[in-house]
């Protein structure tokens, strides 16, 4: 399908391991649209001056106590760098969403939101097999057991989301598609997101 302006930007939430990445991808060939996911650490750190590892590691700074001492620090004269990354990050998002394109997680569908920029918002979640599995495959873990890692990003995700929204991720109030990928497959579940943010 060729990129059509009638199409909203569709943002994909997930949790770890859903395999939220496959299926942007997936989807960008059903619709013919953009999609970005890794590609914000880039995009963010031209606009920011952060290194690119800096920006990588912002979820996991979070999640610490960082964020806070950070902000206890922070006054008139010294700038909070989460803060600012997130800035950067939502400058991206904003921009990508001036035409019709896939945006995977950075909090993206809330950001949209309040900014007034129609979208088709998707949580995606999968079993606890399914997201064991796909971490395997990612081989992001070293050598932590893949449960405790799972855990473990999963906590850095929820407490950027949290930081930065004042929501929870995956409350089902926040998105129009709630998906389980361990149930449809990749490709199904893409098509029935193109189906249904089409239709919408």
């Known amino acids: 399908m060729s990129e059509n302006k009638q199409l909203p930007v569709i943002t994909i939430s997930r949790q770890y391991g859903a395999g939220g990445h496959s299926v942007a991808k997936e989807l960008s060939?059903?619709?013919g649209l953009k999609y970005y996911d890794y590609d914000?650490?880039?995009l963010t750190a031209k606009i920011s001056g952060y290194a690119e590892d800096e920006i990588k590691r912002e979820g996991e700074d979070l999640a610490g106590s960082a964020r806070f001492i950070n902000r206890f620090l922070t006054t008139a004269s010294f700038s909070n760098p989460y803060d600012e990354i997130f800035q950067a990050e939502k400058a991206v998002i904003l921009g990508l969403a001036e035409k019709p394109c896939i945006l995977v997680g950075r909090c993206s569908n809330i950001i949209l939101r309040e900014d007034g920029v129609p979208c088709f918002n998707?949580?995606?979640?999968?079993?606890r097999e399914f997201r064991r599995n796909?971490?395997?495959e990612l081989n992001e873990n070293g050598n932590m057991d893949l449960d405790k890692y799972i855990d473990k990003r999963e906590h850095w995700r929820n407490t950027y989301y949290r930081a930065y929204t004042d929501h929870d991720l995956g409350l089902a109030s926040d998105y129009d598609l709630c998906l389980d990928v361990s149930r449809f497959g990749v490709k199904r579940t893409a098509e029935l997101i193109a189906q249904l943010a089409a239709e919408g």
Request: aromatic content about 14%.
């Open 122 to 127: 998707v949580f995606l979640c999968a079993s």
């Open 29 to 31: 060939e059903i619709l």
């Open 134 to 136: 796909r971490a395997a």
């Open 40 to 42: 914000f650490v880039k």
